[in-house]
Nanobody
Framework: QVQLVESGGGLVQAGGSLRLSCAAS????????MGWYRQGSGKQRELVAS???????NYADSVKGRFTISRDNANNTVYLQMNSLKPEDTAVYYC?????????????WGQGTQVTVPS
């Protein structure tokens, strides 16, 4: 089992910045990639950014150049620095951890944190 606790969401004006954090606990030794997803009102959950254990990153086109994902393996924490925020970034942001152990794999999710950028 892996537990994920997110923090850092809130309300910010357009053009502002926020930093999300996600702390993992439990069987973190076998956590592979981690990432951030978001789900806007009435929309499907989408990948925002992901980072592998050796820090290879991947971003949605809509956030490239504005968001940066990083990872502290020693503290089992992943961050999402969000700059130049836009109203369309408003969503609940979820942390994701991909657990891999031999043949077994599973996705773990945090509880979500709200990010609101008023138009």
């Amino acid at each position: 089992q892996v537990q994920l606790v997110e923090s850092g969401g809130g309300l910010v004006q357009a053009g502002g910045s926020l930093r999300l954090s996600c702390a993992a606990s439990g069987r973190t030794k076998n956590v592979d990639a981690m990432g951030w997803y978001r789900q806007g009102s009435g929309k499907q959950r989408e990948l925002v950014a992901s980072i592998s254990k050796d820090s290879n990153t991947n971003y949605a086109d809509s956030v490239k150049g504005r968001f940066t994902i990083s990872r502290d393996n020693a503290n089992n924490t992943v961050y999402l620095q969000m700059n130049s925020l836009k109203p369309e970034d408003t969503a609940v942001y979820y942390c994701n951890a991909k657990y891999r152990y031999q043949w077994y794999q599973n996705d773990y999710w945090g509880q979500g944190t709200q990010v609101t950028v008023p138009s």
